[in-house]
């Protein structure tokens, strides 16, 4: 497993293991998570999904390094962070439990990685897509020194509508 130590304020984050499968499972099911981020998975696209993530990750892999966001106060797990590298830039990605939405653990946690990501692996570039509506995740981008790159319209189908992909770039 990847040794590493990633903390903030509030919050501590680790890699994704097995017993994280029930979090993993919510956070791409509930459709208050979901709602402008995906349609909900097959059970066995979400389990190839979350074992795919499970592998140590190296700066060689090419699969996401995922990290589970542990509260610090209570040690619950509240959701999940990280990024896959490709060409040496980052894609991020985060999702939380709904009942932590608005309390800052998103941008909290996401400052972490990228800082972590930068000091320990000279990544300097970083990028996001955002389904167009998806304020909250946008609000985090935006607090994190990401800033909108390119819109592009009706590039993502979520229920049969289709919605416009924002990008998202960080330069370190």
């Known amino acids: 497993m990847l ?8 919050t501590t984050l680790k890699p994704l293991t097995m017993d994280n499968w ?45 990290l589970v966001i542990y509260e610090k106060q209570t040690s619950q797990p509240i959701g999940i962070t990280g990024f896959v590298l490709q060409e040496g830039k980052a894609e991020v990605g985060y999702l939380l439990l709904p009942e932590f939405y608005g309390q800052q653990y998103g941008t909290e946690s996401l400052a972490a990685v990228i800082e972590w990501a930068t000091n320990e692996h000279q990544i300097s570039h970083f990028s996001a897509t ?43």
């Open 3 to 10: 040794s590493l130590n990633i903390t903030t304020h509030r």
């Open 22 to 66: 029930a979090l993993y499972q919510r956070l791409h099911t509930d459709p208050h998570i979901i709602t402008l981020c995906f349609d909900p998975p097959s059970e066995s696209d979400l389990m190839h999904k979350f074992e795919s993530r499970l592998p140590t990750w190296t700066p060689q892999s090419d699969h996401w390094l995922c």
């Open 130 to 172: 955002v389904t167009e509506g998806n304020i909250g995740s946008e609000r985090v981008l935006e607090k994190c020194g990401f800033q909108l790159t390119e819109t592009i319209p009706e590039a993502y189908e979520i229920g049969e509508k289709k919605y416009a992909d924002k990008l998202y770039s960080l330069q370190k």
